[in-house]
């Protein structure tokens, strides 16, 4: 079932880096450097200040523009926060919900990221939902558990059409900017788990055809031996996207 022929996605979180001169100088450098590719989705995660100036210096580009969070709710007295209709309004496309520096940080739990999910469906954007172990769980044997948890709490209670619009992020949290990468076979083997998860709450369809991205760590010198596994769509890139010539490299040894 993992055989099936699934889009890759290259995704760049940004986190809380680049104010809109930052942006407009690294499309002005990225763009040319991917203009060629066609065969993978690129996606940037600018923080909410930036996202009108991505989408604008995405233009005429095949770059779609996320946002790293969103809120449930149309509209009303949340000070703080950001609807989806506003998203879209910015013109993003995507949005992250719940990234581990959300679930670590800010309190984002299995229910708000359900929520939040079930609101960015509604209106259209497509979620790039984050699931990953702590690295006391994996030391404790206990990583299929934890993402099991995270993976029916985040998303099980979609509907079967709802969940073939989202994507899942497998981001173990040890991996994250500490540049411990997961090994190639350690990303493959909890992907192969989630989408084992997938094929028991959904069906065996809906499961060959989830997009799972790999996120922690990854940069140009280990992104060949992430795509050398077939379970691996995609990856969701920290720091390394920060750079336009390391992300490009990214794409474009994902695209060869
Ligand atoms: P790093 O690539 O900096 O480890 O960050 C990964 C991440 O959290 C992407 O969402």
């Not at 013109?91 to 229910?111: A, D, K, P, V």
């Amino acid at each position: 079932m993992s055989q099936q022929k699934r889009r890759r996605v290259i995704a760049g979180n940004w986190k809380m880096f680049k104010n809109q001169a930052d942006t407009r100088a690294f499309f002005s450098a990225f763009n040319p450097l991917v203009a060629s590719v066609q065969d993978c989705d690129i996606v940037i995660a600018p923080t909410f200040t930036s996202l009108s100036a991505a989408v604008e210096a995405a233009k005429g580009t095949h770059i779609a523009i996320s946002a790293q969070d969103v809120y449930w709710e149309k509209e009303g007295a949340f000070t703080g926060e950001i609807s989806t209709a506003m998203l879209v309004e910015a013109g993003c496309r995507y949005t992250l919900i719940g990234h581990s520096e959300r679930r670590q940080f800010f309190g984002e739990t299995n229910e708000t990221v359900f929520k939040k999910t079930k609101a960015a469906l509604a209106a259209g954007l497509i979620p790039i939902v984050c699931i990953g172990e702590m690295l006391a769980y994996r030391e404790a044997g206990r990583t299929e558990n934890i993402c099991q948890t995270q993976f029916h709490g985040s998303v099980g209670a979609l509907t079967p059409e709802e969940f073939s619009r989202i994507l899942i992020a497998y981001e173990p949290v040890w991996a994250i900017g500490t540049g411990r990468t997961a090994t190639p076979e350690i990303a493959s083997a909890v992907h192969k788990f989630v989408r084992h998860c997938a094929a028991e709450m959904f069906d065996a369809g809906h499961a060959a055809a989830l997009r799972i991205l790999y996120g922690g760590s990854v940069k140009p010198d280990n992104i060949q031996g992430l795509m050398a596994q077939v379970e691996l769509d995609g990856v969701l890139v920290g720091g390394a996207s920060l750079d336009p010539n390391s992300f490009a490299k990214i794409v474009k040894d994902w695209t060869r």
